[in-house]
């Protein structure tokens, strides 16, 4: 059973996972990439976030 402070940290957490997507994409929509290593690296963490987010909200909806 998740404690409030958990879901506090859940929620504090998909706010922080969310902010550094939206500044990936923004860097990816603004052509700001020198490199296709560049461009992977930045693919690679937004997957990774992407799988974090899913992952929380994952366990946040079995404890409903």
Avoid: C, P
Wanted: hydrophobic share 40%; glycine share 4%; charged share 40%.
């Amino acid at each position: 059973k998740l404690m409030a402070e958990d879901l506090n940290l859940a929620e504090w957490l998909l706010k922080k996972i969310r902010q550094r997507q939206e500044d990936i994409l923004e860097t990816l929509g603004a052509g700001n990439i020198k490199s296709v290593e560049d461009y992977r690296f930045h693919i690679g963490e937004l997957t990774a976030l992407r799988t974090m987010e899913s992952e929380i909200r994952e366990v946040l909806q079995e404890e409903d």
